[in-house]
């Protein structure tokens, strides 16, 4: 128990030490203007409250991520939990405080316009396919995966078709209404219930008789599983997350001051990495691997959500923390479809002031879902994980160029950024079903010279950014006071 406790005291140390060391790298201004007075439209810029576009953000970016990821992440042991700290502050933190500033500096833009501006045109087609596909499959997999928990907890007793069609129902209004209309007025009802059910299941863990693995040299990584590259793959949200860069820029055109993006962006990952750590502790602690594998396998993480929930809280706070768990999920899956609308309306330049506009991009990729839920789960998340890191680091190296033109302290980004391209490229050079199927040892090597050659081209992009002195803030204005 006193590795899981004193992750949770680091984590939130981090928040007032590393994430105040990152807002001063990056400089917000409070008297300028933002993108939710600058652009109001009362649909996607729309001035909301600190607290609230907090929980907005906690609950886009959570999704099952924090939750599915980390209870497979278990099988790895008690090394899972460095990742889960180490990543979240120094990698996912970072990564969403500065893709959601700097998308407030540039009118609230999305991943691929902002990989547009700082990194070339044809990055900002690659990062509209890979945030769009990333998008299509968080929703999907966030339709799929909160269905079968509320199927588990009514014991099957309605289809399972029928729940997905009422889910599809909701985010299809989610996404083409005003964001204060569903979101904005159900979310604090949602992260209610989300806090109560995760922190009753963190709490009720800790006095119960099971044990907490301790991180030992002996005891770090008992399962023998290659850690480098899929652990960081299969946890993800839980540390570092690319679906993250879709989302902080949606609450950037509703965050009324910079001065709050501590608090929304790094906080939140904070948050959420300590949901993370109690989902992974819960799953070491109750299931050997054998058995948690064996759950995994019969139906996904959500036989596990739903067995921790019901042994350590009973009947009636085990269906409150499943419930909580069934929120994450749908309240990312609404908002990964409201961004896929909005990053192809700016990327054709539809304005969506109108509700026909919206139709007419929200119907074509709801149907496309529809046709992916008929997939497996655990093909979609393969390729969600895929896309899910491919996009993480491209949002770092977006962020180290911004940092690098600006004159300012690039490396909190750059050192993730490397990190995470060289784990991709691995998992893609030695995967047998998605990448080349190489030796372990030679896709290493290949993915270091991959890393090396994107790091050279990337740095040619900086000094001739540099040189023709690109604009990385768009023009200054005085603030709006806040109602």
């Known amino acids: 128990m006193f590795t899981f ?30 993108p939710a007075y600058a652009n109001q439209d009362g649909v996607d810029y729309v001035p909301m409250s600190k607290n609230k576009n907090a929980l907005i953000q906690l609950l886009n970016i959570a999704g099952t991520g924090p939750i599915f990821g980390p209870i497979m992440g278990a099988l790895y042991g008690p090394v899972a939990f460095i990742w889960i700290v180490v990543g979240a502050i120094f990698a996912g933190a970072v990564h969403d405080y500065l893709t959601g500033m700097i998308s407030i500096r540039n009118r609230g833009a999305h991943i691929p316009e902002l990989a547009g501006k700082f990194l070339g045109k044809f990055s900002k087609h690659l990062v509209n396919v890979f945030a769009l596909l990333l998008l299509l499959l968080v929703g999907t997999v966030f339709v799929t995966t909160p269905a079968s928990l509320f199927s588990a907890l009514l014991d099957n007793r309605i289809a399972l078709g029928y729940i997905i069609a009422a889910i599809f129902i909701y985010y299809f209004l989610s996404t083409i209404l005003p964001i204060d209309k569903i979101i904005g007025r159900f979310y604090p009802i949602f992260g209610a219930v989300l806090l109560i059910g995760t ?49 902080s820029p949606i609450i950037s055109r509703t965050t009324q001051n910079e001065s709050q993006g501590r608090y929304i962006f790094y906080g939140m990952m904070i948050t959420e990495a300590v949901i993370a750590m109690i989902w992974a502790a819960a799953a070491m602690s109750m299931f050997d691997g054998q058995g948690l594998q064996g759950l995994i396998n019969e139906g996904t993480a959500s036989l596990v959500v739903k067995e921790v929930s019901m042994t350590l809280l009973g009947a009636i706070g085990g269906t409150i923390a499943v419930l909580g768990v069934i929120v994450l999920p749908i309240t990312s899956g609404d908002t990964a479809f409201r961004a896929a609308r909005s990053i192809i309306a700016d990327y054709l330049n539809i304005n969506q002031a109108k509700v026909a506009k919206r139709l007419a991009i929200a119907i074509p990729l709801f149907a496309i879902s529809f046709l992916l839920t008929k997939i497996d789960f655990n093909i979609l998340w393969r390729y969600f994980s895929f896309a899910n890191q491919g996009t993480s680091a491209l949002a770092l190296w977006i962020a180290t160029m911004y940092l690098m033109v600006k004159g300012k302290n690039y490396y909190v980004s750059l050192i993730p950024a490397l990190f995470i391209t060289d784990m991709i490229a691995v998992y893609i050079l030695n995967d047998a079903k998605l990448g080349f199927g190489l030796a372990y040892g030679t896709a290493h090597i290949g993915a270091l010279i991959f890393t090396i050659i994107i790091t050279i081209l990337f740095f040619m992009k900086a000094k001739k950014n540099k040189k023709e002195g690109l604009q990385v803030d768009l023009e200054e204005t005085k603030v709006v006071p806040a109602p």
Request: overall charge negative; glycine content about 10%; aromatic content about 12%.
């Open 199 to 247: 922190l009753g299941v963190g709490g009720a863990l800790m006095f119960s008789d099971y044990t907490i693995p301790e991180l030992t040299l002996t005891n770090m990584h008992p399962a023998g599983l290659p850690i480098f590259p899929i652990l960081f793959l299969t946890i993800t949200c839980g540390a570092l997350s690319g679906f993250h860069a879709t989302q």
């Open 5 to 34: 406790l004193i992750s949770i005291v680091i984590l939130v140390i981090a928040y007032f030490t590393y994430g105040k060391f990152i807002e001063k790298i990056f400089g917000p201004k409070e008297d300028r203007m933002t």
